[in-house]
């Protein structure tokens, strides 16, 4: 293969969008906004955003700081920052963690787009049992999933294929405002329905009777989760990065509009979901069972108003499952091109079909075809094996390696660009990395492995 520059984002608000697109995702719509309901409202956003500047930043930046730094797949990074070693098997975890994501996040994907199809053809319309039923027989049909999936992974693999600034961040800067926009659209009709004030005061009135142990670390887990952290794709992504991206500022602006786009979602859901007086829970069923109905029933009396804002729903879901996806795909593709020694179109075909085969397996899991393993469908089993056990044995040992093995001057260099800039809070944030992430990280771990 030719030797040729590595490929760079062409501007900072390319960097931003295109990060920002890897945070916003299903994680967003889906999760956040039950969390919040159900945990004590404003209480459970103040401790969110604590976990998000003590835990989130903190460890976006050890990724920042080790992709910039090394400005290579994530393999290779860490094995460059460590001289080799065993320290490369970190890296081997993240970038087989987002391979493994890739592959059953493209299968949910894939169902948004065929929301989008059916939204768009009529076909969301009827009583909960029939919308239940529609959910049911779609995802369990065997061949109608996989080929919405393959049609979402075509669509990224061309995103991607086209490269870092002429894809990725073209792309982000594209479908990232107009998420926004959607997100908006949908805000402000659900908040004018009649009704909608119980659904504001229940996402945002403060319960402090809820606080509890439980609900720190589902905060904690939720922050993790949903900033992308521990599977190499902020890693992967800043080694796009320029020399002069000030790292502090862009870990916190990418924070900060995941923050708001969460939040966002919350007054998208619950307000249309109380003025027809149905409780909103969180996940597939939520997104694919529940809202059909609220949104139905909710503009009821004005159809067509239904109809656009069920279409710009999934436009917005697919939009943000994009944007994820991509980044989860570049990891991959990152590391196949530049370790394989092959273009990076090549790179990309090996991910795109690798992980379209694991993920048809993953979506037939779900139908009649049983393909079960230690007693869970490989959908579920891949979604607890990467998110619950490889993302927070990543991101601890990120932060152990970072903190306590890698030579201080070079975080330091790192943080401040070669000291060009003041790096005042560079104090506070290793002590963030030796003790607070590392500390807080395991508890999530055990907690969600039901230890503690
Ligand atoms: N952060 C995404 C979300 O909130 C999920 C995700 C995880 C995306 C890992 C990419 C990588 O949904």
């Given at each position: 293969?030719?030797q040729t520059?590595?490929?760079?984002?062409?501007?900072?608000?390319?960097?931003?969008?295109?990060?920002?697109?890897?945070?916003?995702g299903?994680?967003?719509?889906?999760r956040?906004?039950?969390?919040?309901?159900?945990?004590?409202?404003?209480?459970?956003?103040?401790i969110?955003?604590?976990c998000?500047l003590?835990?989130?930043?903190?460890?976006?930046l050890n990724e920042?700081i080790?992709?910039?730094?090394?400005?290579t797949?994530m393999v290779?990074?860490?094995?460059k920052?460590?001289g080799?070693g065993?320290?490369?098997?970190?890296?081997l975890?993240g970038?087989?963690?987002?391979?493994?994501?890739t592959?059953?996040?493209?299968?949910?994907?894939?169902?948004?787009?065929?929301?989008?199809?059916?939204?768009?053809a009529?076909k969301l319309?009827?009583?909960?049992?029939?919308i239940q039923q529609?959910?049911t027989?779609f995802?369990?049909?065997?061949?109608k999933p996989?080929?919405w999936m393959?049609i979402f992974?075509l669509?990224?693999?061309?995103?991607?294929?086209?490269?870092?600034?002429?894809?990725?961040?073209?792309?982000?800067?594209?479908?990232?405002?107009t998420?926004f926009v959607?997100?908006?659209?949908?805000?402000?009709?659900?908040?004018?329905?009649?009704?909608?004030?119980k659904?504001?005061?229940?996402?945002?009135?403060?319960?402090?009777?809820?606080?509890?142990?439980?609900?720190?670390l589902?905060?904690?887990?939720?922050?993790?989760y949903s900033?992308s952290?521990g599977m190499?794709?902020?890693?992967t992504?800043a080694?796009?990065?320029?020399r002069?991206?000030?790292?502090?500022?862009?870990?916190?602006?990418?924070a900060?509009?995941?923050?708001?786009v969460?939040i966002?979602?919350g007054?998208?859901?619950f307000?249309a979901?109380?003025s027809?007086?149905?409780?909103?829970?969180s996940?597939?069923?939520?997104v694919?069972?529940t809202l059909?109905?609220?949104?139905?029933?909710?503009?009821?009396?004005m159809?067509?108003v239904?109809?656009?804002?069920?279409l710009?729903?999934?436009?917005?879901?697919?939009?943000?499952?994009?944007?994820?996806?991509?980044?989860?795909h570049?990891?991959?593709?990152a590391?196949?091109?530049e370790e394989l020694?092959?273009?990076?179109?090549?790179g990309?075909?090996?991910v795109?079909?690798c992980?379209a085969?694991i993920?048809?397996?993953?979506?037939?899991?779900l139908?009649d075809?049983?393909i079960?393993l230690?007693?869970?469908?490989?959908?579920?089993l891949?979604?607890f094996?990467?998110?619950?056990?490889?993302l927070?044995?990543g991101g601890?040992?990120t932060?152990i390696?970072?903190?306590?093995?890698?030579?201080?001057?070079?975080i330091?260099?790192?943080f401040t660009?070669n000291g060009?800039?003041r790096?005042r809070?560079?104090g506070i944030?290793?002590?963030?990395?030796?003790?607070?992430c590392?500390?807080?990280?395991?508890l999530?771990?055990l907690?969600?492995l039901?230890?503690?």
């Amino acid at each position: 293969m030719k030797q040729t520059k590595r490929a760079n984002f062409g501007s900072r608000l390319g960097i931003i969008l295109a990060t920002a697109g890897s945070a916003v995702g299903l994680g967003n719509v889906w999760r956040f906004p039950y969390m919040t309901g159900q945990n004590g409202g404003a209480v459970f956003i103040l401790i969110y955003i604590g976990c998000v500047l003590l835990l989130g930043i903190p460890c976006m930046l050890n990724e920042f700081i080790i992709g910039r730094r090394a400005q290579t797949n994530m393999v290779r990074a860490y094995s460059k920052l460590s001289g080799g070693g065993p320290w490369r098997l970190i890296g081997l975890l993240g970038v087989l963690t987002g391979f493994l994501i890739t592959s059953y996040y493209a299968v949910v994907s894939g169902w948004c787009l065929q929301y989008v199809y059916a939204s768009l053809a009529g076909k969301l319309k009827g009583d909960p049992q029939y919308i239940q039923q529609f959910f049911t027989d779609f995802s369990q049909n065997p061949w109608k999933p996989i080929v919405w999936m393959l049609i979402f992974f075509l669509i990224t693999h061309f995103i991607i294929v086209r490269g870092v600034e002429k894809g990725i961040e073209r792309a982000s800067k594209l479908m990232m405002p107009t998420l926004f926009v959607l997100l908006l659209i949908i805000v402000v009709a659900s908040c004018m329905l009649p009704g909608a004030g119980k659904g504001i005061s229940f996402l945002f009135s403060p319960d402090w009777s809820k606080l509890n142990g439980e609900v720190f670390l589902g905060a904690m887990g939720q922050a993790f989760y949903s900033l992308s952290v521990g599977m190499g794709c902020l890693c992967t992504y800043a080694s796009y990065f320029s020399r002069d991206t000030h790292l502090v500022h862009s870990a916190s602006q990418i924070a900060v509009i995941d923050c708001v786009v969460a939040i966002l979602a919350g007054l998208m859901i619950f307000p249309a979901a109380f003025s027809v007086g149905v409780s909103p829970d969180s996940g597939a069923s939520l997104v694919f069972i529940t809202l059909p109905n609220v949104f139905q029933q909710a503009f009821g009396s004005m159809p067509i108003v239904g109809y656009v804002v069920g279409l710009l729903f999934y436009a917005l879901l697919s939009l943000a499952a994009l944007t994820s996806l991509m980044s989860l795909h570049e990891v991959s593709t990152a590391f196949f091109h530049e370790e394989l020694h092959i273009s990076r179109r090549a790179g990309a075909w090996i991910v795109t079909s690798c992980c379209a085969v694991i993920g048809a397996f993953c979506s037939l899991s779900l139908g009649d075809v049983h393909i079960e393993l230690f007693g869970k469908s490989l959908f579920d089993l891949f979604d607890f094996v990467t998110g619950q056990l490889f993302l927070p044995i990543g991101g601890f040992l990120t932060c152990i390696f970072l903190g306590w093995f890698v030579p201080k001057h070079i975080i330091h260099e790192e943080f401040t660009n070669n000291g060009r800039l003041r790096g005042r809070l560079f104090g506070i944030y290793l002590f963030a990395v030796r003790f607070v992430c590392p500390v807080g990280i395991l508890l999530i771990f055990l907690n969600q492995l039901g230890v503690i």
